[in-house]
């Protein structure tokens, strides 16, 4: 595999080369996985050995319908079946939920889950990139977030909670308040698939209020949570319309046996789950321990059951990968080709403690030893990121998110001068030369230019019913708001002058819009964090019932 290891990462359009892949190359086993994330404990030996006995039935018949599979699963967790459906996995209910409910915008913090990101570009619709900041531990500020989002004007906002690949948490309190603030949306998704194996809070879901909402959707894995990536299953719930809009477009079979097996096997063993789940936190905290002691290495702190880390200064993350696996058949998730990330930074699946020795000897030989084939050059040796990296900068940078190029607005915006007048990557986003109008609140500063505060409030929710911002009688053109001389000459413009609330044309190609930014200028410009320690160990789920529906 030594030889072939390179091409097996660039030869496919996942991030990472499948399980069988890795396991033909080699000897006949896979390595020890610390890629994908799924749940070591469950499901049980007893279980597999159940599902081994029926295999043969398994493959041979077809499914129920997916309504019979979602009626059971609904039963064990509590929830009304008009409000849920199933999918053959979280990425095929996201691809429904572009087709179906995204118009023409999407708001996306970054880096996080690549679908939410590379899905509506595909179709066409503009994404709206919100960096999470190195320098504050990758946290997402709600009230910057939201501000961002009205700059932008975006239609439908995507919130990770834990967002991956980081693990980065959000209170249950602050989401409800987003989505009060935000309830003019077209849609809000809250993408909750690692939620199960957060702790920070003894109930941290909001499928409650989302199925009380008329634009919210909360997205659920079965897949990660039961250890079952192969068998593709996951489920959304929403208000019984927005739900039955998804359920509509499903086959009647999306669902699998192995899925149909799984689901009815659960209500025997809610409890191994609920210990699994605790098992898994437990190993979260001991494993950011033994990772935090490696010099140079950054750990942050993760609500999912995946640590990110950032590797010592000079290391590169292709080639502390490709070692990793063929000198320690270990394999890990460089995230050189995440929107937001560098091939500086590892996601880390928390696995059981034997294994977890295992991968900190060989992070400690491959980052630190004598050993052939040093994974960490000399400083600006190394290529920048990885594989993947540049096609995704490249479409980026000549879209801007947009994807395929917008329908002509109704009223062009000609500009007065040269038609893109911008530098190419403006380093610190001038205000002066933004083409989209300032949000109509108080002249915000771009999210990504200032750290973090401690709990700002929202931006107050608009009032129930409310025109949909009127324009002025006669909307001026949106050039770039400049003094009084005509003269292109640069100017120092200390600060932003709000624009009239004109028709917003589409941002042109490669030029970063008014609080967003273009691939290029998201990658390499956070800071190294400081004082950041794991999340505490609390909630967990009590062992003698089966969890509800928020994992609790």
Not at 113 to 137: H, N, Y
Request: one cysteine or more.
């Amino acid at each position: 595999m030594a030889g072939n290891v390179t091409s097996l990462f660039r030869g496919g359009a996942a991030h990472s080369p499948s399980m069988a892949a890795l396991t033909r190359e080699g000897d006949g086993t896979g390595p020890v996985d610390f890629c994908i994330p799924c749940n070591p404990y469950f499901p049980t030996p007893a279980m597999y050995d159940e599902l081994s006995a029926r295999l043969r039935e398994i493959i041979t018949y077809y499914p129920s319908s997916a309504d019979t599979i979602t009626g059971e699963l609904c039963s064990l967790l509590q929830l009304p079946p008009q409000c849920v459906a199933m999918g053959n996995g979280s990425t095929e209910l996201i691809t429904w939920i572009d087709h179906l409910l995204v118009r023409e915008s999407l708001a996306v913090p970054v880096p996080t889950f690549g679908r939410w990101t590379d899905q509506p570009m595909e179709t066409g619709k503009r994404v709206d990139m919100f960096p999470l900041q190195e320098a504050s531990g990758f946290a997402l500020d709600l009230a910057q977030y939201a501000e961002f989002i009205r700059a932008r004007r975006t239609r439908v906002a995507v919130i990770c909670n834990p967002n991956n690949p980081d693990g980065g948490y959000v209170r249950k309190q602050s989401v409800v308040q987003f989505m009060d603030a935000m309830a003019d949306l077209d849609l809000i998704v809250i993408d909750e698939s690692f939620l199960e194996f957060a702790d920070a809070e003894a109930d941290p879901s909001v499928v409650q209020e989302a199925m009380l909402r008329p634009n919210v959707i909360v997205l659920r894995s079965l897949g990660k949570n039961f250890g079952l990536h192969g068998v593709r299953f996951g489920y959304l719930v929403a208000n019984p319309a927005l739900a039955g809009k998804v359920r509509a477009m499903l086959p009647k079979w999306n669902l699998n046996s192995f899925a149909e097996h799984v689901v009815f096997m659960l209500k025997e063993h809610g409890a191994e789950y609920a210990q699994s789940l605790q098992q898994v936190r437990r190993d979260r905290l001991e494993m950011a321990s033994h990772l935090s002691a490696l010099p140079g290495l950054t750990v942050y702190p993760s609500q999912g059951n995946f640590l990110f880390v950032r590797l010592p200064v000079g290391a590169e993350g292709t080639l502390v990968r490709d070692r990793m696996l063929t000198e320690h058949r270990i394999l890990v998730r460089e995230c050189g080709n995440k929107i937001g990330s560098s091939s500086r930074f590892l996601r880390l699946v928390v696995r059981p403690q034997v294994d977890v020795r295992r991968l900190v000897s060989g992070l400690e030989q491959v980052l630190y030893g004598s050993r052939r084939g040093a994974a960490v050059p000399e400083l600006g040796t190394g290529t920048s990121y990885s594989s993947g990296t540049a096609a995704v900068d490249r479409l980026m940078s000549e879209t801007n998110g947009r994807g395929m190029p917008a329908a002509p607005q109704p009223t062009p915006t000609p500009l007065p001068t040269a038609p893109q007048p911008l530098p190419a990557a403006p380093q610190p986003l001038p205000a002066a030369a933004q083409p989209l109008p300032a949000a109509p609140q108080p002249t915000p500063v771009p999210a990504a230019a200032q750290p973090a505060p401690a709990q700002q409030p929202l931006p107050a929710a608009p009032q129930p019913m409310a025109a949909p911002a009127q324009q002025p009688v006669a909307p001026v053109p949106q050039p770039v708001p400049v003094p009084a001389a005509p003269q292109p000459a640069p100017m120092p413009a200390p600060a932003p002058v709000p624009a009239p609330a004109a028709a917003v044309a589409p941002t042109p190609p490669g030029v970063p819009a008014r609080g967003g930014l273009t691939a290029a200028q998201v990658r390499g410009m956070t800071a190294p964090a400081t004082g950041l320690t794991p999340a505490p160990a609390t909630g967990w789920p009590n062992a003698q019932s089966w969890p509800n529906a928020a994992g609790a």
